[in-house]
């Protein structure tokens, strides 16, 4: 059974940072992609970032220049660094993974979610 466990979240004042941090674990034999999305009150989910398992990476326009994603293979976890908060980043943030797994069926790609972490940008 894969599991993606999030870390990090919580409350930070308008200019902030915060550091999210996401970890894989289950019968994982290799990364496609890992990401965050996040999802404000009223408003539908929307990817932050995303990075491939050799570091190719991309971000939504909102968050360039402020957000940073990395990716650390052998321990199957993906980090996003988050400077200069704004209250527009208050959101539940969940990481997301594409995954090659051994199942009881064989060998599987499956897309995975995390439980989410509450983000707060506020003063």
């Known amino acids: 059974q894969v599991q993606l466990v999030e870390s990090g979240g919580g409350l930070v004042q308008p200019g902030g940072s915060l550091r999210l941090s996401c970890a894989a674990s289950?019968?994982?034999?290799?990364?496609?992609?890992m990401g965050w999305y996040r999802q404000a009150p009223g408003k539908q989910r929307e990817l932050v970032a995303i990075i491939t398992r050799d570091g190719k990476t991309n971000y939504t326009d909102s968050v360039k220049g402020r957000f940073t994603i990395s990716i650390d293979n052998p321990k199957d976890t993906v980090c996003l660094q988050m400077t200069s908060l704004i209250p527009d980043d208050t959101a539940v943030y969940y990481c997301?993974?594409?995954?090659?797994?051994?199942?009881?069926?064989?060998?599987?790609?499956?897309?995975?979610w995390g439980q989410g972490t509450q983000v707060t940008v506020s003063s």
């Open positions: 289950g019968s994982i034999l290799s990364i496609n992609h």
């Open positions: 997301n993974a594409l995954l090659l797994v051994a199942s009881t069926e064989g060998l599987k790609k499956g897309d995975y």
